[in-house]
Antibody
Framework: QVQLVESGGGVVQPGGSLRLSCAASGFSFSTYAMHWVRQAPGKGLEWVAFISYDGSNKYYADSVKGRFIISRDNSRNALYLQMNSLRTEDTSLYYC????????????WGQGTLVTVSS | EIVLTQSPATLSLSPGERATLSCRASQSVSSYLAWYQQKPGQAPRILIYDAFNRAPGIPARFSGSGSGTDFTLTISSLEPEDFAVYYCQQRSNWLFTFGPGTKVDIK
């Protein structure tokens, strides 16, 4: 079945960097666009970044533009999020999600990896 | 950026009752709206896409309606497993936004 497993979260100081990974299985990863979505503790959902199936197009939320980089390795069925210049407000559970049928809808989602930015 | 607002913030109902959740967009999103359900400790799952299409495996008691700026998610008769938070989401010009959510809890 379709599975997305995030990893790489942890505790990092403000200004630091972290790289998240998302391992995909159970579907043809190279034919699907992907997203990162985050959720601060006790808060709602915030879309973070999008990457097209071949990596040629990338879009970011204004809140992370210039600091985060989304990428993918289709040979490894892997999605990444490089997070630089981290701020306390980046503290969240980060989900990867498949773009369902090039539609802009998110399905399915992984279980998330927690990033805590704190001194 | 298109802003989505959801009302009410919390809906307290009993099992078997009908739930009506509202999502309003700051400008027209045509029919490009989806609804998600999130239970505590779980990732969201898609319920409705393109305003009124049920995602595979979603029970028929869930229905979506609306277009333009005003949308509704209706749960015809609440089951115990339906008590959760519901988010609407739009896609426009490669920017994606979620509403703040409506919590449906047990009265």
């Amino acid at each position: 079945q379709v599975q997305l497993v995030e990893s790489g979260g942890g505790v990092v100081q403000p200004g630091g960097s972290l790289r998240l990974s998302c391992a995909a299985s159970g579907f043809s990863f190279s034919t699907y666009a992907m997203h990162w979505v985050r959720q601060a503790p006790g808060k709602g959902l915030e879309w973070v970044a999008f990457i097209s199936y071949d990596g040629s197009n990338k879009y970011y939320a204004d809140s992370v533009k210039g600091r985060f980089i989304i990428s993918r390795d289709n040979s490894r069925n892997a999605l990444y999020l490089q997070m630089n210049s981290l701020r306390t407000e980046d503290t969240s559970l980060y989900y990867c999600a498949r773009d369902w049928g090039s539609s802009g809808w998110f399905a399915p989602w992984g279980q998330g990896t927690l990033v805590t930015v704190s001194s | 950026e298109i802003v989505l607002t959801q009302s009410p913030a919390t809906l307290s109902l009993s099992p078997g009752e009908r739930a009506t959740l509202s999502c309003r967009a700051s400008q027209s999103v045509s029919s490009y709206l989806a609804w998600y359900q999130q239970k505590p400790g779980q990732a969201p799952r898609i319920l409705i896409y393109d305003a009124f299409n049920r995602a595979p495996g979603i029970p028929a008691r869930f229905s979506g309606s609306g277009s333009g700026t005003d949308f509704t998610l209706t749960i015809s008769s609440l089951e115990p497993e339906d008590f959760a938070v519901y988010y609407c989401q739009q896609r426009s010009n490669w920017l994606f936004t979620f509403g703040p959510g409506t919590k449906v809890d047990i009265k």
